[in-house]
Structures are given as structure tokens and as C-alpha cells.
């Protein structure tokens, strides 16, 4: 039996606007394996961001079953989702969302504060920026850093508790092609060596092509599903 | 380990935007500043109105004309014709039978803003036509020369004993003043002695006064009807007889002046009573000021809180950020806590800095006008003061922090 990492089943998303009830999702099932990268393809308004935040534990859906590396995440209260976010997700953003105030080190430390095992702090968040090669900078403010720089930050912040997913939303729409293409070489090879479940939100074909598989989302509904 | 983490990060948001955390306490940091020199100003004007009513003797009684309930305001036992005091009043007092809880006795006759010149100088001074046991009724002692006697009192002579003040405004010196002459209200008098001073008083300075026979004043300075007299002072044989001393004098005026209980037209007054009453007006003085001072703690609350919350709505995304990588709504809560309790708690310790300085300054002033008030900050005042502005600091920032740690991350991580 395959090992699987994600499995929902109808999910279903819908919004109360006033009076109006929009569905932003009209039951997705889908399942990833372990280790796999999968790009989530879609236009704007498709309901891929919604699918994104439900499948991050961000957000629960109205109805459907979603069973996230062997744990049912339908029925969790906040602190229980916290905790699955926590020790099982790793969030990289297009626009980086580091704390401006204080060092790369203390960005990738922040999600260590917030799990509830004995403190190895330092060590742990310095291995993960230097698995993204950035060990020379670890004293260096954001704003001291270029893009591609932060964006590698977030991406060993999202490493450091060493989730089984690591999703990530345009990681390169803030960034140039060239620096963009880097941060996705990064992915694809923290995906390969740790084996880490790779789930990337893009627009663009190029990047989607490069993943082992693409689900294209259309009006709340899985549209494709290209092995 | 954890709280470190969330101080750390505390001190790195506050520091990081030092001029609106600055301006942020300064609400705080004004409102316990007032708050402390309020309460140590009236403190230390309490200690110092207490010990200046008892530098004025020991076991003093204080018969005046006119009926209490007048005195005091009461309004309800209106007493008509009222019969000044005389030297007859004062002689019955003395007597043995009727009054053995009495030592001795002092009418008085009191002039204010009276001229006296000498030396080239004027200025104005309280004048007090007194008998020879005043001195030691008063605890009047002289630095120079002495005190008139019984004698000089009955042949009407013309000296004075010249507070300390007077003789420094009048010639420049508080010695070799003795035989020199001075004119009060145009007349000449010898100076025989000079007053010790007593330091200045909130009830005014004692040592701004010139002291002569009652007789002489009388004839002199200070006119009054008959043989009338303002004030006589009664010292009891002790601390304990003061109260007898009073029920005693009390009926003595009754059956002199011919009047009922309740319908006295003179009023006595003890040393205690006078403390206690200045002691409660000072105390009743300082709650209201102190109130008020608490209320610019309250204005400053709500600065925090008005802070806090545009510091929620500009972090939205950073909140945002650390739901998704693993904070719970208690984290974040806690965070804000935090930020605003160690926002109004800087502000207290500043602010008690500040009232302790004020209160220094007040009390310098005061003593470089010529009135000892030594402000007294009590542990009592800092601790109510650092206990307040913890709780201004806890209540106005639970709305905010739970405001935060209520927002949906989704929502929060896509905010603009």
C-alpha cells in the first residue's frame, strides 16, 4: 500500500457574503503521496487558494473529510489545528511574510517557540538556513537581505520542524525568473533528499511543469488531474 | 524559557518604535507621576501641620468669643448677643475650686498687619498683648535678652520681644538687638529680647511677631472695648486633663455669661481637636486630588489601549503569519498581554520617578518660601501606584489582545 500524505474526500468550502452564498469549493477529492510534488493550477477565483488553506489546516471546510498524514482534521478545534500547522506544514508565501525587526536566525526560530518540545533553538534553526545556504547571513535583518534571500529564509523557517508538507504559495511571483527558477531548484531538492511532500500553488506553466504531477482547479472543482 | 521568548520579542516591538511607546506611556507615566506627588505632598503637609499645631505648646486650650456651632458653620444654633471675653473671664478660669484641672492662664489681645519700624525700615506684623506666663505657655524661649516680666506688665511699659523675622527685616540681624528702639503703630518701644525661631509653619510664620505687655497694647496698639481681651489661652496640668479642663472652663463661662448648654456664645478649641480637623481637611484635600490625578491614569489607559489596537490592525499579517507556523489563540493573546503590561508598567516606574521628583521639588519650594513641608513618598503610595497601572495595563489590553488572537489566519495572511 502506497503511503499517502493527503487525503480529502468533497470537500466542500461555501462563503456567506450578506446575502449571497458563494461556494468557493464544490467537493474536491484528491490524494498526494508522500514525497510527491504537485502543482495546484487554476485561474483567479477557481477556488485554489481556498483549497490551499484547507489542505494547510488554515482554514476547515464546510463539509467533506480530510485526513492529513494519518490524522482526521475535520473535526479539530483551533488549538489542535495550531498544533497540526505547527509540526506538520511548512508555509512558504510570495511576499516572504518574515518580521522585519529582528534577525533571519529569530524568523526561522519563531515556529520552534511554538512547539512544545524541549528547546534545541539555535542549532535547529541555523541547520535549516544552512540547508538553504545561507549560513553567512544569519545575523542579517530582512530588510539587509534581496528577495530571493528572504524568500529562502521563509523557505527554512517553514523547514526547521521538519513538516511532512511544505506548501508554497507563488513562492516566486515576487521574485525574477532567474532568482525564481533558484528558490524552485531549492524546493524540488529539499523534496528529493528529505523526502519532504512538495505542494505548490504557481500560475505559471513553466514551474507547474517541472513537478511530477498537476491538479488544475476550475470553479471549485478539480478540472485535471495530469500525472 | 517561554516567557523570555515572549519578553524578548516584547522588547524588540517596543523598542523597535520608540517614539510611539514613548508617547504611548507618557499617559501613564503623567498620570502616576500626579498620582504620587499628590499623595506625598499631602502626606508630608499632614506631618507638617501636625507638628506645627503642637509647636505651639503643650496642653493648649484655645477660648474664643463667639458660639462653635457659628465657627464651624453649623448655622442651626444661632447665638445673639454675644459677650466678648475680658479679663474677668480670664481671672475666673484661674481659680482653684472651679477649675483644678487648670495650670495657668493667658488673655490675649492679637493685632494683624500692624506697622513696625525701626532702623530706617518698615513692615507689617502681628502684635500680641500677652501677661508674662504666655512665653512659657507658647514654649517662647529668647535667643537674646529676655521676656517681661509681671512687673513691667503692670506699670504698663513700653517694650517688645521681636520675633526672629521681624528682627531680620527690621535691622538685617537677630542679635545684639537689645536696648535698640522700634515704633509699633507710631509709638516707641524698647526691645528687650529676642524670639528663638521656630521655623516657618503652614499655619503661618510664628516668627513674624512682636510680642508686648497686654496692658500697654491695650493702651496703646490694639483697642478694644472695656476691658475686653480676643483670646485666652488655657494650658491644663497635663496631656490628660485637657478634656476636664474644658467641661471645667466650659461651665465657668456658662454661669459668667449666663447662658444654656447649646446656646454658649464662646467656643473652646484643644490642640488635638484643631489637629485632627487640619489633619482630616488635608486628608480629604489630598483623596480629591489624588482622584483627580487618577483620572489622566484612566486617559492614559485608554492611549494604550488606542495604541494596541492600531498596533493589531498594522500586524494583521504578522499575526497571521504566527498562527500558521503554530501559535495559538492563547499565544498571541499573551504576546499583546504582554506588550501592554510592560507598556503601563515602564509608564508607572517612570511616573513614580517623576511624582518622586516632583514631590522633591514642591517640598524645596516650599521650604525656599519659608514653609517646612518635607514630602513624605510612602511604600504605600508606590505600590498602589505600580498595582494600578499593572491593572490600567491588564484592562486595556485584553480587548485588543483578544481582538488578535481572535483573527482567522486566512483572513489575517491576506490582509493588506
Partial sequence: ?227 | MKIKRVLLGTLTVLMGNKLRSGLTILGIVIGVAAVIAMLSVGQGAQNSITSSISSIGTNLLFVSAGSESRFRGGGFAVVRNIKPLTMADAQAMMDPFQAPSVEAVAPILQGGNISASANGQTSTTTIYGVTSNYFSMRSELVSEGAIFSDQQVNIHARVVVIGADLATTLFGRTTNLTGQEMRINGQTFTIIGVLQSKGGTSLGSSDNQAVIPLTTARDRVIRRTGNSVDTIYVQATNADSVSQASTQISNIMRLRHHVAVGKEDFSIFNQQDLASTASSIIGVLTIFLGGIAAISLLVGGIGIMNIMLVSVTERTREIGLRKAVGARNRDILIQFLVESLFLSLLGGVIGILLGWLIALIVGQVASASGTALTPAVSLNAILLATLFSAAVGLFFGIYPARRASLLEPVEALRYE
Fill in chain 1, 1 to 227: 500500500m502506497e503511503d499517502i500524505v493527503i487525503q480529502a474526500e468533497a470537500l466542500k468550502k461555501v462563503y456567506q457574503m450578506g446575502e449571497v452564498q458563494v461556494q468557493a469549493l464544490r467537493g474536491v477529492s484528491l490524494e498526494i503521496k508522500r514525497g510527491e510534488a504537485v502543482a495546484i493550477m487554476g485561474p483567479s477565483g477557481s477556488g485554489k487558494s481556498t483549497l490551499m488553506s484547507i489542505l494547510g489546516c488554515l482554514d476547515r471546510p464546510s463539509s467533506g473529510e480530510y485526513i492529513l498524514d494519518g490524522e482526521n482534521v475535520a473535526g479539530l478545534t483551533d488549538d489542535q489545528l495550531a498544533s497540526i500547522r505547527n509540526r506538520k506544514i511548512g508555509f512558504v508565501f510570495q511576499s516572504f511574510n518574515l518580521l522585519q525587526r529582528v534577525s533571519a536566525l529569530i524568523n526561522v526560530e519563531l515556529p520552534l517557540g511554538y512547539a512544545n518540545r524541549p528547546d534545541e533553538g539555535k542549532g535547529r534553526a541555523a541547520a535549516a538556513l544552512q540547508a538553504v545556504g545561507l549560513e553567512s547571513r544569519m545575523k542579517h535583518r530582512p530588510a539587509e537581505l534581496s528577495g530571493g534571500e528572504q524568500q529562502r529564509v521563509a523557505v527554512a523557517r517553514a523547514l526547521v520542524n521538519e513538516p511532512a508538507i511544505l506548501m508554497a504559495d507563488e513562492p516566486t511571483g515576487n521574485l525574477d525568473s532567474k532568482v525564481g527558477q533558484e528558490i524552485m531548484d531549492l524546493l524540488f531538492k529539499l523534496n528529493r533528499e528529505r523526502n519532504t511532500t512538495l505542494l505548490i500553488i504557481t500560475h505559471d506553466p513553466r514551474i507547474a511543469s517541472q513537478t511530477q504531477r498537476t491538479i488544475r482547479i476550475q470553479d471549485g472543482m478539480v478540472e485535471e488531474n495530469v500525472q
